[in-house]
């Protein structure tokens, strides 16, 4: 049973930064792509960053291009996403998904899914 667990939300203020944690276990991690959604009130989930390996290869939503930061550690089973310079439009709860064939921005190609962490930025 594959479960996906994140970890490191919280309430910042404008500019600060904040690492989240996503943990993907019971299974080997290497094969699986990892991605993270946000999703503000009243508005779609959208992917935010996902990462995956054979090939090693990235996507970055635009809008936080420069500010967020996606990494994996195989050996911590773990994908992080950096997230500098907040700003109050990034509050959303945020969402880490796995899949072995998945990839892309649909949410519909994870089948693994946490159950979110809140990021809060204030102005």
């Known amino acids: 049973q594959v479960q996906v667990a994140e970890s490191g939300g919280g309430s910042v203020q404008d500019g600060d930064s904040l690492t989240l944690s996503c943990t993907v276990s019971g299974s080997t991690f290497t094969r699986y792509n990892v991605a993270w959604f946000r999703q503000a009130p009243g508005k779609e989930r959208e992917v935010v960053a996902a990462?995956?390996?054979?090939?090693?290869?990235?996507y970055i939503l635009d809008s936080v291009e420069g500010r967020f930061f996606i990494s994996r550690d195989n050996a911590k089973n773990t994908v992080n996403l950096q997230m500098n310079n907040l700003k109050p439009a990034d509050t959303a709860v945020y969402y880490c998904?796995?899949?072995?064939?998945?990839?892309?921005?649909?949410?519909?190609?994870?089948?693994?899914w946490g159950q979110g962490t809140q990021v809060t930025v204030s102005s």
């Open positions: 990462i995956k390996d054979n090939p090693r290869s990235t």
């Open positions: 998904a796995a899949d072995r064939t998945g990839w892309g921005s649909a949410t519909g190609q994870y089948n693994y």
